[in-house]
């Protein structure tokens, strides 16, 4: 590998081989995943996709793996090997009944506003549900609803496909995917409100949907 791809000098066309080790080199040290553009841009303006492949089929069955989540890029541990470099004790992030259905909702509908989320649940959400779900990193604003209002929308993050090895959302499991791994039970209420015509009849969600009915995701501390 050359300085001039190394610095992604205007005009420079490294070899093949080059390329993919840049490209490598690239993920290697970024601090985040990448998008194509963004490692296109830092070499030069190269077209990197079919590098990109090439590493991908290289580290399919090695220790480390070259995933993409969300149209971006990074180097990401082997699934079956990912307990060897978890620490000894892992901290249990406990979701509420309330935040794994408005979870479910914004990943099935996304850009949703919160009213929308309201309406598909059939209680009011609190502020502080959705804060919980962006405090994890599962969810964005995503901008406005161009409607009288202009309410916020929301929807699922880069972090949110990579926790669930998603490589995107076309990659959420079905109704009977669900129903088949015995996942269904946090959103019913959730689906119920949308296809009945009642719901919840105080229409208001209480404190106690956040201490009982809870589901819990295990996320292992971070991979050293």
Known sequence: MTDAVVAGAPGSQPEADDLVRAVEATLFAAEEALSVDAISAHLGGAEVREALKELEAHYARRGIRLVERGKRWQFQTA????HLLRREREHARRLSRAATEVLAIVAYHEPVSRAEIESIRGVQTSSGTLD???EAGWVR??????????PVIYATTPEFLSHFSL??????????????????DPVDD?????????????????DKSDAEGSATLDKPDEVV
Do not use: H, K, W
């Not at 699934?79 to 990912?82: E, G, K, S, V, Y």
């Not at 995503?142 to 202009?150: D, F, I, L, N």
């Not at 719901?199 to 209480?206: I, K, L, N, P, Q």
């Open 79 to 82: 699934p079956d090997l990912a």
């Open 132 to 134: 919980v779900l962006m």
């Open 141 to 150: 604003v995503a901008g406005r609803r161009e409607v009288p209002g202009r």
């Open 167 to 184: 490589a995107s959302r076309r990659d959420l499991p079905g109704i009977d995917e669900l129903r088949a791994a015995g996942l269904l």
């Open 190 to 206: 959730a689906y119920d409100a949308l296809t009945s015509a009642g719901g919840d009849e105080s229409g208001v969600e209480t």
